[in-house]
């Protein structure tokens, strides 16, 4: 079993110590995935300080302009939240640099 996880934090990165104690509780038996703002500049260090070896990250978005959405209140890329111009798509680029830093860990 996996538990995708920001460790009760609005982001993983803010609950390093809680994310931790976590896969030490778990011991093998459960696999912590931390998800939630975990970014190029801050994976590495949250592997390091957690012990998890896997992560779960959007890969550094583009934001990509839609129209459609402009035109109507029906179509939300973002129901409940205001609005926003477009939608978020994954930067290759990005997130290979990312898994290669991490797998060099």
Same mark, same amino acid.
């Given at each position: 079993?996996?538990?995708?996880t920001?460790?009760?934090?609005?982001?993983?990165?803010?609950?390093?110590?809680?994310?931790?104690?976590?896969v030490?509780?778990?011991?093998?038996?459960?696999?912590?995935?931390?998800?939630s703002?975990?970014? &190029?500049?801050?994976?590495?260090?949250?592997?390091?300080?957690?012990?998890?070896?896997?992560?779960?990250?959007?890969?550094?978005? &583009?934001?990509?302009?839609?129209?459609?959405?402009?035109?109507?209140?029906?179509?939300?890329?973002?129901?409940?939240?205001?609005?926003?111009?477009?939608?978020?798509?994954?930067?290759?680029?990005?997130?290979?640099? &990312?898994?290669?830093?991490?797998?060099?860990?």
């Open positions: 079993p996996r538990v995708l920001s460790g009760f934090a609005a982001t993983a990165p803010q609950a390093v110590d809680t994310l931790a104690e976590m030490r509780f778990a011991a093998g038996a459960i696999e912590i995935l931390p998800g703002g975990i970014r &190029l500049d801050n994976a590495v260090e949250l592997c390091r300080r957690t012990g998890c070896d896997q992560i779960h990250t959007s890969g550094g978005q &583009l934001r990509l302009l839609d129209p459609s959405e402009g035109f109507s209140r029906v179509v939300s890329f973002t129901p409940g939240l205001p609005p926003q111009p477009g939608y978020g798509r994954t930067n290759e680029e990005s997130l290979r640099k &990312l898994v290669r830093e991490v797998k060099g860990l």
